[in-house]
Each structure stands twice: as structure tokens, then as C-alpha cells.
């Protein structure tokens, strides 16, 4: 398990070679990033997957909304979201925030008993 100064290290070296891999500015990506990450950066399984996890969190998530556009590792437009996508995922998005709240409110119950 890579830690999140791990993380930003495995970042910075991939934006070196696919500048587009923006941890700052996110962009939406139309790869199985994981996939492509073991492919062309030579990363292993766990690292590639745990990397796509991390870039492609929530923040990642919000951008995907109808109309939005999607592109390649090298910055080349391939597509954009339809309607589906982005109501699939904004229900998804609602989902976890839902869950967050709830998981921060029984925190919040038992530690004030």
C-alpha cells in the first residue's frame, strides 16, 4: 500500500511523461488508467490500480458530467460524456457523499455518548 507522500512522488513521475495526469488540475480521462499505467509506465498491478484509485477519487468524479469532455494520455480529445454517464455517476457521487455523512454522524454520536 503506497502512502499519499508515495503517491504524490508516483504522481509527479508520471505527469513528467503524460503531463495531462494533473493531480492539481484534474482531467477526464477516457482510458482504463490503471490498464495504461502498467503498459506505459512499467508500474506494477497494485501500484497502477492504487494510483487510478487515488487520481480518480471523488474531485475526479464530479467532472464527469453530460457534455464533458474526455481525453487520451497524450491530451487528444476522444469523446465526450453522455447523458447516461453522467447521471450514472452523479447518482454514484450522491451515494458515497450520503455514506460519508452518515459514517460521520455515528462517529460523531458515539464520541459524544
Same mark, same amino acid.
Given at each position: 500500500?503506497?502512502?499519499?507522500?508515495?503517491?504524490?512522488?508516483?504522481?509527479?513521475?508520471?505527469?513528467?511523461?503524460?503531463?495531462?495526469?494533473?493531480?492539481?488540475?484534474?482531467?477526464?480521462?477516457?482510458?482504463?488508467?490503471?490498464? !495504461?499505467?502498467? #503498459? *506505459?509506465?512499467?508500474?506494477?498491478?497494485? /501500484?497502477?490500480?492504487?494510483? %487510478? &484509485?487515488?487520481?480518480?477519487?471523488?474531485?475526479?468524479?464530479?467532472?464527469?458530467?453530460?457534455?464533458?469532455?474526455?481525453?487520451?494520455?497524450?491530451?487528444?480529445?476522444?469523446?465526450?460524456?453522455?447523458?447516461?454517464?453522467?447521471?450514472?455517476?452523479? !447518482?454514484?457521487? #450522491? *451515494?458515497?457523499?450520503?455514506?460519508?455523512? /452518515?459514517?460521520?454522524?455515528? %462517529? &460523531?454520536?458515539?464520541?459524544?455518548?
Amino acid at each position: 500500500m503506497l502512502t499519499s507522500k508515495e503517491l504524490t512522488a508516483l504522481a509527479k513521475k508520471i505527469k513528467e511523461k503524460y503531463p495531462i495526469i494533473d493531480t492539481k488540475n484534474l482531467t477526464l480521462l477516457d482510458v482504463d488508467l490503471a490498464k !495504461e499505467l502498467q #503498459e *506505459k509506465c512499467n508500474l506494477i498491478v497494485d /501500484e497502477a490500480k492504487q494510483f %487510478a &484509485k487515488w487520481y480518480q477519487g471523488i474531485r475526479y468524479k464530479k467532472l464527469i458530467v453530460e457534455g464533458a469532455t474526455k481525453y487520451n494520455l497524450d491530451g487528444e480529445i476522444v469523446g465526450v460524456v453522455s447523458a447516461e454517464e453522467a447521471l450514472k455517476m452523479q !447518482e454514484y457521487v #450522491e *451515494k458515497i457523499i450520503a455514506e460519508k455523512k /452518515e459514517k460521520s454522524e455515528k %462517529a &460523531k454520536a458515539v464520541i459524544e455518548g
